[in-house]
């Protein structure tokens, strides 16, 4: 392997890990009944940063996750493929309510994994998040996009 291509090689494997850290990290909050739990997470408001998200990526800090928000409250539905960790996928309602939990998810699935209900947005988080704050339907999050 020339120079170049392996300097090319490794800016591809860097790519996800730099797009990590370029993005900004919001506040978020779910109260459970074990208690208020903080996290520091991004936001994926385009087409474009939806259909990304976590993709390629091999590590998610403990405190970290992922939110889409999808505009507009509907039934959506979801997949693992080219994602590597395994995540608990919390779907949520306009006013920040959770519909739905998909624990622990396959990594690298095309297996679809629908909301069980209308959501404004999806929060992704490490697998075995939900259990360990004891998150289930009808707790409360507290972000921006919700009102």
Do not use: C
């Not at 392997?1 to 993005?23: D, N």
């Not at 074990?34 to 474009?48: A, K, L, P, Q, Y």
């Not at 390629?56 to 590597?84: C, H, I, Q, S």
């Not at 075995?128 to 339907?137: D, E, H, M, P, V």
């Amino acid at each position: 392997m020339s120079a170049r291509h392996f300097l090319l090689a490794f800016l591809l494997f860097l790519s996800p890990l730099a797009q990590a850290q370029e993005a900004a990290l919001e506040p978020l909050e779910i109260t459970t009944g074990s208690g208020t739990h903080r996290f520091s997470i991004e936001v994926m408001r385009t087409d474009e940063q939806r259909a990304r998200g976590l993709m390629y990526r091999r590590y998610m800090a403990p405190d970290r996750g992922m939110l889409f928000d999808f505009k507009r409250e509907a039934p959506v539905a979801m997949w693992m493929k080219n994602t590597y960790l395994s995540l608990d996928m919390v779907f949520i309602d306009k006013a920040g309510h959770v519909v739905n939990v998909a624990e622990n998810t396959e990594p690298l699935s095309e297996r679809i994994i629908p909301s069980a209900g209308p959501v404004v947005a999806v929060l992704e988080l490490n697998a075995g998040t939900a259990q360990r704050i004891g998150l289930k339907n009808g707790d409360q999050l507290r972000h921006s996009l919700f009102k």
